[in-house]
Antibody, heavy 119, light 111 residues
C-alpha cells in the first residue's frame, strides 16, 4: 500500500527555521516525483515545487523560488520542505504528494502538516 | 502564472447533475491534455478524481466525468450524493519547469 506520512504539526515564531518531512512507503521512492502543496487557512491549493529523489532534480514554482528549499534523502525514503526564516504568512497546511514521471497529477497525498507561525 | 478560474460555489439536489468549470489559457488548460481534478473534504487531504482531462483512477465512481473544450475544462458529477459535498480543485500542467497551476476551488453543496 502506497503511503506518504508527514511529520506533525509545528508552532514556530517569526524568524525561526523549520524543516518538515514526508516519508514514502509501499513503492519505489526513487522512481516517482514528490511535490509540495500549500493551503493557507480557508484558501485553495498552491503548487510549491517538486523533487525527483532518484537524482534530486528539483523544480520550484516562481512564487516559491527562494522562499523554501525542497530536498530528499533517498536512503530513508523521505522528502523535506524547509524554511530558513519563517514569516507569519507561512502559516498554512502543507501537503506532500506523489507524481508519476512524465505525468502531471498527484495520485497519492500525505495527511498534511499544519505550520503555525506566531509571535 | 495565474491560478485557473473556477466558480466559488455550485450546488444541486440529490440525484441531479452538476458541472464545474475551470478556465485557463492556451498556455495551460488549452495547451495540454493534463487537466486533473481533486476532491477535498473538510479537514482532509485532497483526493485525485480525474486525470488527463477525462480518466478516472481506480475506485472513483463513474458518476464523475471530465471534459475539455478550448481553454476550459469541466468536471461533471452525475447522480449527486450527499458524500459528494466537498471542495473541488482543477489543475493543469503549465509548461516549463514541470510547473502545475491549480484553480481557486469550487465548493459543491448537495441541497
Amino acid at each position: 500500500e502506497v503511503q506518504l506520512v508527514q511529520s506533525g504539526a509545528e508552532v514556530k515564531k517569526p524568524g525561526e527555521s523549520l524543516k518538515i518531512s514526508c516519508k514514502g512507503s509501499g513503492y519505489s521512492f526513487t522512481s516517482y516525483w514528490i511535490g509540495w502543496v500549500r493551503q493557507m487557512p480557508g484558501k485553495g491549493l498552491e503548487w510549491m515545487g517538486i523533487i525527483y529523489p532518484g537524482d534530486s532534480d528539483t523544480r520550484y514554482s516562481p512564487s516559491f523560488q527562494g522562499q523554501v528549499t525542497i530536498s530528499a534523502d533517498k536512503s530513508i525514503s523521505t522528502a523535506y520542505l524547509q524554511w530558513s526564516s519563517l514569516k507569519a504568512s507561512d502559516t498554512a497546511m502543507y501537503y506532500c504528494a506523489r507524481r508519476v514521471v512524465g505525468l502531471y497529477y498527484f495520485d497519492y497525498w500525505g495527511q498534511g502538516t499544519l505550520v503555525t507561525v506566531s509571535s | 502564472q495565474s491560478a485557473l478560474t473556477q466558480p466559488p460555489s455550485a450546488s444541486g439536489s440529490p440525484g441531479q447533475s452538476v458541472t464545474i468549470s475551470c478556465t485557463g489559457t492556451s498556455s495551460d488548460v488549452g495547451g495540454y491534455n493534463y487537466v486533473s481534478w481533486y476532491q477535498q473534504h473538510p479537514g482532509k487531504a485532497p483526493k485525485l478524481m480525474i486525470y488527463e482531462v477525462s480518466k478516472r483512477p481506480s475506485g472513483v465512481p463513474d458518476r464523475f466525468s471530465g471534459s475539455k473544450s478550448g481553454n476550459t475544462a469541466s468536471l461533471t458529477v452525475s447522480g449527486l450524493q450527499a458524500e459528494d459535498e466537498a471542495d473541488y480543485y482543477c489543475s493543469s500542467y503549465a509548461g516549463s519547469n514541470s510547473y502545475v497551476v491549480f484553480g481557486g476551488g469550487t465548493k459543491l453543496t448537495v441541497l
